[in-house]
Every structure is written in C-alpha cells, then in structure tokens.
C-alpha cells in the first residue's frame, strides 16, 4: 500500500517537472536538433498577386494639379492617407478612395473605364496605368508627365488559437517573426513547436506546420508571411497545471506530497485504530 503511494506521488513529481515551460520549449533562433528540425535553404519571396476583394489605394501624381484634383479623390497628402490605411485597413470613408477588384477582376477607374488587374502585382497595374492615362492625356494641350502610385490597403493576416485578431501588413516583406510581434509575441503557454500557417493561393488552400524555434526557419518557405494567411497557435500541454518555471513546479510538487502524507497520515490513524480495538468504537 505504502509502496503505491510513493509511486503515485514519483510519477505526479514527474508529470509536473514535464509541464515546466523551459526556455528550450519558449526560445526562437535555437540550433536544430533532435527535437528542433532543421529546414531546406527554400527561401523565396514571390510579389502578391491581386485576387478579388482587394482594395487599391491608386495616387496620381503630376505638375498639372487640374489632373491632380481630377484623379485624386480623397485629396491630401499621399503618404499620410496610405499610412493611414495601411494600419487601419480599408472601411469607412476609406472606400471612397479605394478601388475594389470586383468578382470579374476588374477595377473601374476614371476615364479609363474597366482594366484587368486580378493576378497582377501592383507594379504591372502601375505600369499599365501610366501608359493608359499617358494615352489619354497626351492629347490635352500642356500636357504634363504623370506617374502613378498603387497601394493595396487591406493586406492583413490573422491569429487564432492565442493573441487572436486581425493584424495589418505594414511592410511589402513581413517575416513570421513581425507577425508574431505584432500579435505581442506568444505566451509562455503557446507552443512554438507546431504552428500552423493556412493559406489560400490560387483558389487553393494548404496548411504548412513548422517549428518557430529553428534557427533555418529564416531560409525556409515560412520565414515570410502573404496576405490573408491565418496562423493558428495552440496551447503546451502543460498550459492546464498552471506551471511555468521549475521553482513553480517544485513548490507545488511538494506542496501536493505534504498534502497526501497529511491524508494518508489520517488514514493511517484511522486504520491502526480498527485493527487496535476491532471496530468496537474503544477500549474496555
């Protein structure tokens, strides 16, 4: 009996000890090992391709401010309305400025009508647009060079399963460590060891799981995130004991031994007292 007790209580010491969140379990850029993988040199960066239901900031730019004006809707200051809505996303009085790539592909803008830009980056459809306005404006009278700036102002990506929200792309290249950063990093309870990454391209969504503590993250296929993607975090096992240092998880372990020797010391009691006066309630 007394035997099966300590083995119960070894192997609750043991269980506990496991659950400590380690720095080996919370640490980024760690050496591959046995229980790090190590990833493949596949590190490659492909620009964003426009795809239905995006939002384009488009700026044209010339000496003449009649085509300025023309143009230019939402008026102002270029970089401040881009800056805002590239944090804040598109929405609102945002719309009215914005060029939404409709079920077709297509965007519809001033004097130019419907142009294509679904499966394009944002620098072909800048290209286009300055040889499309350029035609049509080469034929007013002082004719001034344009140029055109594009912007897509609702790249965004979400966490679930821990920081869960929406988060803004503020940058054309965003690593999974600035997403993480951006989301306030992980907890100590959020496990870095199997993350997965949900991505839809070309009308085809995949899930990726790859180790964020590894060092050959940085040259691999999960070092930048896209758009639209969706990073799912879960929970360590050890997130239900509450456990997160050793001196934690000794301070309870023994905490737990005190707590069974008081009991089983009351048991004990109980027990040498029935055999002492054979259930006869006491002594005669």
């Known amino acids: 009996m007394l035997k099966s007790r300590y083995i119960v209580f070894l192997a609750m010491v043991v269980l506990m000890l496991g659950s400590c969140v380690t720095a080996r379990k919370v640490n980024y850029m760690q050496e591959p090992d046995k229980y790090i993988p190590t990833y493949a040199d596949t590190l490659s960066f492909e620009d964003y391709t426009l795809r239905i239901g995006d939002r384009l900031y488009v700026y044209v730019y010339s000496t003449d401010e009649k085509i300025m004006k023309m143009y230019n809707a939402g008026g102002g200051n270029a970089a401040s309305m881009r800056q805002q809505m590239s944090t804040n996303g598109a929405g609102g009085a945002y719309d009215l400025y914005t060029y939404l790539v409709d079920e077709e592909g297509y965007i519809d803008f001033p004097t130019i009508g419907k142009l294509t830009v679904q499966g394009k980056t944002t620098r072909e459809v800048k290209r286009m647009l300055e040889d499309e306005l350029g035609k049509l404006l080469q034929e007013i009278p002082g004719y001034a060079t344009i140029s055109v700036e594009v912007n897509i102002v609702n790249r965004s990506f979400s966490i679930i399963g821990a920081q869960s929200g929406r988060y803004m792309i503020t940058k054309e290249k965003m690593t999974i460590f600035e997403a993480l950063a951006a989301a306030g990093d992980l907890k100590e309870f959020n496990s ?34 896209e758009p639209n993607d969706i990073i799912y975090i879960r929970q ?44 006869k309630g006491g002594s005669k």
């Open 192 to 225: 870095r060891k199997e993350i997965k990454l949900v991505r839809e391209k070309n009308g085809v969504t995949t899930i990726k799981t790859f180790d964020a503590r590894s060092k050959d993250i940085i040259n691999s296929e999960y070092y930048y995130i």
């Open 236 to 279: 360590m096992p050890g997130y239900s004991f509450g456990i997160n240092s050793a001196t934690t998880a000794v301070s309870v372990t023994a905490a737990t031994i005190s707590f069974g020797v008081f009991v089983y010391s009351i048991v004990q009691t109980g027990i040498n007292h029935v055999r002492k006066y054979g259930g």
